[in-house]
């Protein structure tokens, strides 16, 4: 079992294209080229946590084209809610487990697990960062500068319209320095 992380896909949203400058002619593309994408690098027994902005829904007339996404992706897919996520998203069943923000610790094999703080938007501070903690968010689509510490963009737009697996994250978090900004030593 691996662990993956990804936000803002954004699927049936046709607008993202051009907002966020995609390199997909239509809707359909960028949704077969995010489920192949998906599939290629997660294995059904896998864990995902989405961190946000799944689909773009407006009412019943989008649940079933949520779900037939859904259905289609590999893994256990955890949701951290974005500001997209309406009940068409939230309430699907598919999903493991919806929450506005979590915690995991991954065991790397050192003397301690490494926590990792998921929220959909790039927080200042975070739960144990002057210990390490990461802290992986979405929303943004890549346009934030590096806010330093350990931290991440997770969505689709910044690495290659999939997810990003932990051992990948590991390496980008390696040689970066947690920062202390409070009265935390």
Known sequence: ???????????NHANIIEHSRRPFACLEEMTETMVARWNE???PGDVVFH???F?????????????????????????????????EVKKNPRWTMVKDYHEIKVDFGGPHKQRIVMF?????????????????????????????GKTMDVGVDCHGFRPVGVEA???????????TCDHHQ
């Open 1 to 11: 079992m691996a662990f993956w992380f990804t936000s803002d896909t954004h699927f």
């Open 120 to 148: 959909h938007y790039a927080m200042r501070v975070w739960n144990q960062m002057h210990r390490g903690a990461w802290h992986l968010h979405g929303h943004s689509h890549g346009s934030l500068s590096d806010i330093g």
């Open 41 to 43: 690098c997660v294995l």
């Open 169 to 179: 994250i590991a390496a980008f978090m390696r040689d970066r320095e947690p920062v």
């Open 51 to 53: 961190l946000g902005d």
């Open 55 to 87: 689909a773009l829904s407006w009412g019943n007339k989008h649940a079933a084209p949520i779900d037939a996404i859904l259905a289609r992706l590999n893994g256990q897919k955890w949701l951290i809610c974005g500001n997209h996520d309406r009940d």
